[in-house]
Structures are given as C-alpha cells and as structure tokens.
C-alpha cells in the first residue's frame, strides 16, 4: 500500500468525532493532514466513556514530538474534574500529563504524552521491587499535599452507592440473585460495617484507582519518573485507599507475601513523611483490607455494568481476581463471616476459584 493510500485508510477508519478531535488537535497544534506529516491513531480506551489518541509529528528527524487528545463527549463526561486534579497533582509535583489547549464545550483536551508503556506492560516478579518505590514515592507526595474541603468527601451516600453496584449488577444482572431475608440482613450488616470502618480512616486525596494500568514509565533509567493518569474521579477519604488498589489491582495478582511488604514500605515511608497513619501496622493492615473489600465489592459491580448496559465484555474476564481478594479476606477476619458465606452460597458455585 502507498504512503497516500495508507494515509487515506487511517482516516476512514475514524469515526465522526475522531475525525473532529483530530482536525480540532492539528489546527491547535499547526499540523496538517498530508502524508508523510503527522499520524493521528488510537492511543488507548478505558471503562468510562473517554478514550484518547495519539498524534506524532512525522516530520521531526532527531527526535519525536507526541501528544495526546483527550474525547470525553460532555453528554456523558465533565472534563472539569480532570482539570482541577491535574493541577492538584502538579502542585504536589507529581508527573501528569500537561493541559496545552482545552476545548470544553467540545470534549477535547491536549494533552503533553507521558509515553506509551504502563506499568502493567512490563511489571514482573523480578522488577516490581524498583518499579512500585517511586510508584510509592509519587502516592505519598499526593497524599502529603491533601486539604479537606477541596475535593469531593468519599462519604457515607457515595461509599454505599458504590458498594449497592455489588448486588444490583453482579448478583442481580449477571448471576440471576435478588438478596432477601437474612441474606439481605446480612448484606446490609456487611455494608453498614465497611462503611463504618471506612469513615474512621484518616482522610487524605484519594485517586480511586491507582493502580499499574494508570502509571507510566515516563522516562528511562536512569532518570526514571513515574506518570500517573486516570485521576479524574479523586475525592477525600480513607487514607489506605490507593495503597490498596496499588498492590491489589484489576489486572495482576502478587503473592500474598510481596503485597504485604509493599504495605509495610507504604507505611513506614509515610510515617516517616509525617501521613497521618496509625503506627500500629497492624491496624493499618485491616484498615487496607477493609476498604479493599469495598473497592473489590464495587469492581465486580462495575465490571457486570459494563458489560451489559455499555457492551464491554473483556472486563468480566478479570472478576475471578476480584472474587479472590473477597474471599481471601473474608476468610481471615471473622467479622466478615456473614460475607464470606453470601460468597460460598451464591459466587463460588458459579466461578469456583482454583
């Protein structure tokens, strides 16, 4: 296929509202569409409505000039929040991407590139020692610089919204469950206690997922930085959130033993930086298990809902891990004892877990 062929191959492949991010970026950034100049290409998609491309100048010899375009279509997305903790997380100097033009009405941001390769695309057993130091790093940077008042409370309504995802989407919608009776009790007595221990954790900026996939290798050794993306959804609350979601992700699984020393660096790293944890590790420990389960409860919720109002299906691959971070806890502590046998009963004799 010729240079021009090519070319005229990519853009069809666009859809309308590509093809305006596109044109929209180039005429920001003095770009034209001819063969050989930029390319414009998807960059990657996630679970929520935005998705983002890529556009590299073609005509650069010693070097390569990228950006981002952001497309989050404000029927369904408010690019606002992205904006103000972007700047939050700059002032905390935390490596995002920079905001070079903003078009609201529109949808469009563009974006400085913080790379192409995430965390999750070359995290091992091997190497995830030095990789989650500065990943650990930037989160207590993020956190030190926390004010109340600034971003939403993660509070009692929006903990329980998320954990009602749970049996709405997963049990109802997917496995065909509607909870009553003391099973219903029991759900409820399970989510009145998460939400409680939730609440009694010191407050800090959470980023709600922070995790491998939202983490960038922005630079190479030995001048490596980590970016850090996806932020939009931050809010104040419980400090051992992110630590968590770090170490407990949608995508790996670690041995139990490796999470826990991870943890404990966390902890004494954020002592030392003056966070306000408590010092017993310990109760940081239920802490961070506690609000894994209410984050893990969400996600299975989550990745049901994708699946069958939004048409993504991949995300239901990835619930086993979930089912796995429940049940493991569930089984360690027995005031979850009513969580683990709704489990027994009604999700593990549909995905038995290995």
């Not at 296929?1 to 920001?28: E, H, I």
């Not at 409820?188 to 010191?202: F, K, T, Y």
Request: glycine fraction near 6%; include cysteine.
């Amino acid at each position: 296929m010729t240079g021009s062929a090519s070319l005229a191959a990519s853009l069809n492949a666009l859809d309308a509202r590509a093809v305006q991010a596109r044109d929209w970026a180039f005429a920001c950034l003095g770009l034209s569409i001819e063969p050989g100049g930029a390319s414009f290409a998807p960059a990657s998609a996630d679970a929520s409505f935005r998705r983002y491309f890529r556009i590299v100048d073609g005509r650069i010899v010693d070097g390569r000039r990228s950006w981002i375009v952001m497309d989050a279509p404000p029927a369904v997305e408010d690019c606002r929040p992205f904006l103000k903790v972007g700047a939050l997380l700059l002032a905390a100097g935390v490596h995002v991407p920079q905001v070079l033009e903003q078009d609201l009405a529109q949808g469009f941001l563009l974006l400085s590139d913080l790379g192409a390769q995430t965390y999750l695309d070359v995290l091992t057993l091997d190497n995830a020692d030095a990789l989650f130091q500065p990943a650990i790093n930037a989160l207590i940077q993020w956190q030190l610089a926390s004010r109340p008042g600034v971003l939403p409370d993660y509070d009692e309504p929006l903990l329980a919204r998320e954990l009602a995802l749970f049996p709405d989407w997963y049990l109802s919608r997917h496995l065909g469950v509607t909870l009553s009776g003391d099973d219903l009790a029991a759900w409820q007595s399970v989510c009145a206690s998460l939400i409680a221990a939730a609440l009694a954790q010191p407050k800090v900026y959470v980023h709600r997922d922070y995790m491998p996939r939202n983490l960038m290798i922005s630079e190479p050794e030995p001048h490596f930085r980590v970016g850090v993306l996806d932020y939009q959804d931050a809010v104040y609350g419980p400090i051992a959130y992110d630590p968590i979601c770090l170490f407990k992700d949608a995508f790996l699984s670690w041995p139990e033993a490796r999470i826990d020393t991870w943890l404990r660096r966390y902890h004494r790293q954020g002592l030392m930086a003056g966070l306000p944890l408590t010092a017993d590790y310990v109760a940081f420990r239920r802490d961070a298990d506690w609000i894994g389960l209410q984050r893990h409860l969400k996600v299975l919720g989550i990745f049901a809902r994708i699946n069958y109002r939004d048409g993504k299906p991949k995300y239901l691959a990835d619930t086993p891990r979930f089912i796995r971070y429940v049940v493991d806890v569930a089984a360690r502590d027995a005031e979850l004892a009513p969580l683990a046998a709704l489990f027994e009963r009604y999700v593990l004799p549909v995905v038995p877990l290995a």
